[in-house]
């Protein structure tokens, strides 16, 4: 079974810099999604990024991007120019291509942003 | 762009009622996909339906029992309601066409008292 971990309970930066956000998981699979989700306090769950594992190009968008190493099975997340906004909870998840098409769930980052 | 919907937003409910949770996908979405997330912890899966059809099956209590209808609606059934049944109940809808993404509506809030 696949498994997600994430091991930084909470994470803090300063407005304006950068953060990494880190996610490893466990999988048996060759394809398969990998995505994070942001979940502000109103507990929205909101899209962040997506990766499909068969690309070998990280995947960005805007201030997001991703750092993906499939063989090392590592998924992280890199926020630039961090901003209030972004402070939040952020799950990493991974998705199969097979048939079970649910998303396994890291246990979330907390992260916070100093003004 | 058109999102998820569920309703209701929130919901009160007393020990041992039930309760009917909906969600609408988003348009030309096929797939709809119930998570329950409690205080504090990552989304559990509960069921999944594609095409009217039950597609895959989590933690689903067997307290709980749930549709998809022609319309591509879903509804989550939840009978005999527990003080642990307090959640965040999410719907998310996907397409077959890019099935790998799924996008979440706001979510149910159900407090059991």
């Given at each position: 079974a696949q498994t997600v971990t994430q091991s930084q309970p909470e994470m803090s930066v300063q407005e304006a810099e950068t953060v990494t956000l880190s996610c490893t998981y466990d999988t048996s699979e060759s394809d398969y999604y990998l995505f994070w989700y942001k979940q502000p306090p109103s507990r929205q769950m909101i899209l962040v990024i997506r990766q499909e594992a068969y690309k070998q190009q990280n995947a960005t968008e805007n201030r997001f991007s991703v750092n993906f190493q499939k063989a090392a099975k590592s998924f992280s997340l890199k926020i630039s120019d961090?901003?209030?906004?972004?402070?939040a909870m952020y799950f990493c998840a991974y998705r199969s291509l097979n048939s079970n098409y649910q998303l396994i769930w890291g246990a979330g980052t907390k992260l916070i942003i100093k003004p | 762009a058109a999102g998820v919907i569920q309703s209701p937003r929130h919901l009160i409910k007393e020990k041992r009622e039930t309760a009917t949770l909906k969600c609408y996908p988003i348009p030309r979405h096929d797939t709809v996909y119930w998570y329950q997330q409690g205080p504090g912890q990552d989304p559990q899966f509960l069921i999944s339906f594609y095409e009217k059809m039950q597609s895959d099956k989590g933690?689903?209590?067997?307290?709980f029992s749930a549709q998809q209808f022609s319309d591509y609606h879903s509804e989550l059934n939840m009978s005999s309601?527990?003080?642990?049944?307090?959640a965040l109940y999410f719907c998310a809808s996907s397409s077959?066409?890019?099935?790998?993404t799924q996008y979440f509506g706001p979510g149910t809030r159900l407090l059991v008292l």
């Open positions: 961090s901003q209030l906004g972004d402070a | 933690s689903i209590p067997d307290r309601l527990e003080l642990g049944d307090s077959q066409v890019s099935q790998e």
